[in-house]
């Protein structure tokens, strides 16, 4: 009898069973998802940023003008081993440097009645956590008369400005800096009030590596007034900044530098708006494809309300509205008083305010604050001027729940010794309303960093603060919103897979 060999049926089965198995398992990872069961996220961790290079656009332009470059590490932030700071200029005609050698320690570059290159502020290692830089500027009496500051932009590839316009009597300049050897590809895409301006002069700019590329916006966008100006950078980083002064003749009437507006939201707070007579000027753009309906409710010191009058605002999609808030904030005889306006809205929005100064036949400056979101972390501004005729005050608004701060001053008194903070001053905001609060600094200082620290158990809050300096020719002002210390990164925790360990 012959014998016929059979296929092994014991390994077939297993097989089967071996398949049978991962479609199961696969069925039942797709019904978990589709019943909504929670699926793990993958773990992240916070470290300590490695480094930051921030720009500060224009320091001096020769004449009266007296500008200060200011830089510092706000102690007390995550950062551990060596670390580098300092402000240094970027290639071309005059140099500067200072180093900032530790945590506490304050630098500055001076540039009166000279005009240097751009300044870099940058941090590296331990000292890269809590790095702030401000340009101030200052013109008394003369043809470019003002006071003008900004925050020391950081490089970056997106960023959004409301304000600015380009009719007679007024300038505006998007000044883009690139920190880096290599170009940089920029898109300067400009929303009026008739919706984005076509403007092929704007798109495709190459900013030079280690250079400056200034953009007129009355080259790009002529008898625009009232607009929102999006810098998108293709290729590369830049730091992106934007100065507005208006005349009439030769004389200045205002001049200062619009703050970076935060990004894109549905609820977007406009802090800062001083006290005293002129027009608040909002601006809001609806930078979808839908037009917005924007709700504005304003933040007193003495509470929140929903003005009756200008409540709402109906912005056309990719568009600019603006609306004198004046006649709606809270009011004194001298003029305005201090407030945060809330603005919510049913589609994506940025916002603005241009403030004017002075009395009612006279206009001494303006000033300018940007749309932000509240944070609970510390924020800072350094190079905060010391004069006698100079008045500082921090607006601090906690737009959700109660809010409590602590206050420090960091002064500096000309490189010859290491920053001491002073004793902190604690500031207790109720939920909807603000503090207008005055700083005091030391006697015998330079100038001095201002730090704002939420209280562990702190809401939110909102920052802004505002200079003034009484003048014979006129009172100067300048100030903006603040934005919180960029101290730590989100880092992907790695994990090993098994399967692919096994394969």
């Known amino acids: 009898m012959s014998l016929v060999r ?21 069925l039942g990872e797709i019904a978990h998802r589709w019943i909504g069961e929670p699926v793990a996220e993958p773990a992240v961790t916070r470290e300590p940023i490695a480094s930051q290079v921030l720009l500060c656009p224009e320091p001096g332009a020769g004449g009266d003008l007296g500008v200060r470059v200011t830089g510092a590490v706000v102690p007390g932030q995550p950062g551990e081993g060596p670390g580098s700071a300092g402000l240094v ?58 006071m003008a500051s900004t925050a020391c932009a950081p490089a970056a590839s997106d960023f959004w400005f409301v ?62 007034n009232g607009t929102a100006i999006h810098v998108i950078v293709r290729a590369g980083r830049v730091g992106a900044s934007v100065d507005d002064e208006q005349r009439t003749g030769l004389a200045s009437i205002g001049t200062d530098w619009i703050p970076q507006a935060a990004a894109p939201a549905t609820r ?18 609806a930078v979808g494809e839908d037009d917005a309906i924007v709700k504005v409710r304003i933040l007193a010191q003495e509470g929140a309300y929903a003005p009756a009058d200008r409540g709402t605002i109906q912005v056309p999609a990719q568009s600019v509205a603006t609306l004198d808030l004046a ?48 944070f609970i972390g510390p924020a800072a501004v350094t190079g905060l001027p010391v004069r006698a005729a100079t008045d500082v005050r921090l607006s601090i608004t906690a737009p959700e729940s109660p809010a409590a701060v602590d206050i420090t001053l960091l002064p500096f008194r000309g490189g010859r010794e290491v920053s001491v903070p002073t004793s902190p001053t604690r500031v207790q905001v109720e939920a909807g309303q603000l503090r207008w609060v005055k700083l005091e600094p030391p006697t015998d200082v330079d100038w001095y960093t201002a730090i704002v620290t939420p209280a562990p158990d702190s809401g939110p809050v909102l920052v802004a603060h505002r200079v003034r300096e009484k003048s014979r020719f ?24 098994i399967a692919v360990a096994a394969n």
């Open 89 to 146: 200029t970027l290639p071309g005609t005059g140099s500067a440097s200072t180093p900032i050698r530790q945590a506490g320690e304050q630098g500055q570059i001076e540039a009166f009645g000279t005009s240097l290159p751009p300044v870099v502020a940058f941090g590296e290692g331990s000292l890269a956590p809590g790095l702030v830089a401000d340009q101030w500027g200052r013109d008394p009496s003369g043809k470019g008369r003002g």
């Open 163 to 224: 304000g600015g316009g380009a009719v007679a009597g007024r300038r505006t300049r998007v000044v883009m800096v690139n920190p880096d050897e290599t170009a940089a590809i920029v898109d300067v895409i400009i929303h009026g009030p008739d919706g984005v301006i076509d403007s092929p002069a704007s798109r495709g700019l190459v900013v030079k590596g280690r250079e400056r590329l200034v953009l007129p916006l009355d080259v790009v966008a002529p008898g625009v």
């Open 327 to 374: 006649p709606i904030l809270p009011q004194t005889p001298d003029g305005v008083l201090p407030a945060t306006v809330e603005l919510t809205s049913d589609t994506l929005i940025v916002a603005g305010m241009r403030q004017f100064f002075g009395g009612r036949r006279v206009q001494d400056d303006t000033s300018f604050v940007g749309g932000s979101q509240p």
């Open 268 to 285: 977007v707070y406009v802090p800062g708006v001083i006290n005293g007579d002129g027009a608040r000027v909002l601006s809001v753009a």
């Open 474 to 497: 006129g009172d100067l002002i300048t100030g903006y919103s603040w934005r919180p210390l960029r101290t730590d990164v989100v880092v992907p925790v790695a994990t090993q897979d």
């Open 6 to 26: 059979r296929p092994d049926l014991t390994l077939r089965w297993t097989l089967i069973a071996i398949v049978a198995v991962l479609v199961v398992s696969l």
